[in-house]
């Protein structure tokens, strides 16, 4: 990617804005570079994507919007709110533009940084929530990947992203990412190999299990293949709690060709959680397996709510 201008000095310190007679105490903004059109930077890891579909992370410097730039347009790299990864296993994330008035995002995205106060003020840890990619177009379709403005705790304000969102999206473009095993788990807590459990004769208390999937893991079997189907977003958490409750299941042979796993964990006797995973078969006999304990009965509820 050509870059085609980078800021002046002079330009600099227009946006710099911090205020403060302690010049080490204020963040200098650096305007971005400009470049001939906009690339979202993949929202993963390297070590999080295949190696079948190894992308670049490296993406023009982000920065403050420079003088002699005028945006029209704006472009944010989302990734899918409920996480959900197919078969692949493919994450999607999307290039989504919106058009419109952009005046209020650039008067946020140009507001000046606070004056950096930790010395006084309590600054809570890893409280930033991720920000997407966000790049502004002007009217010659060149792009410019845009920073934000900092509190008194050096977090960025979000301000900009907001009135950005706030426009029209006039378009949504997918871009399909292969996950690497520990992209999967990082991103959805799915395993891309899972072995079946070996049920007990241990019966479940209820109150020693508690739910803490973030999603449901859903697989195929074909004799002694298992295979990753997809992940979808564990919403109903209260209903999933109920495995624990359900009746123990009778003798049956009928293998399953589906089944839907979910991360829980159990307190054993020591009163320490140990993590498993309950594996429900969605066909054959309709159990609910988790290791070295005895297999349950599901219900028509429990595998509507994990379809």
Known sequence: MRLLAIASVASLFAVAGCTSTIPERCPVRTPAEIVEAAECAVPFTPEAVALTDRVSNLSPRPGAVPVNFHPVSAITCELQADSVV????????????????????????????????????????????????????????????????????????????????ALTESSRTARPVTLSASGLHGYTGCELDVSLPTPGLTPMDADALSVTARSICHYSIDGSEVSFVESTRAHDVVLLRGIALLEPASECSLPASRVSALSIEVRGADGVDVEKTAVVEMDGCQRVLIDRFMPLTSTPLLLSTLT
Not at 116 to 127: A, W
Not at 128 to 154: Q, T, V
């Open 86 to 165: 197919a078969e692949g296993p493919t994450a999607t994330f999307y290039e989504v533009r919106w058009t419109g008035n952009p005046t209020a995002a650039l008067e946020a995205l140009k507001a000046p940084s606070k004056v950096l106060d930790n010395t006084t003020r309590i600054c809570p840890f890893s409280s930033e929530a991720s920000l997407p990619d966000l790049w502004l177009i002007d009217d010659k379709g060149r792009g410019m990947r845009a920073s934000y403005p900092e509190d008194e705790c050096g977090y960025n304000i979000p301000d900009g992203l907001g009135e950005v969102r």
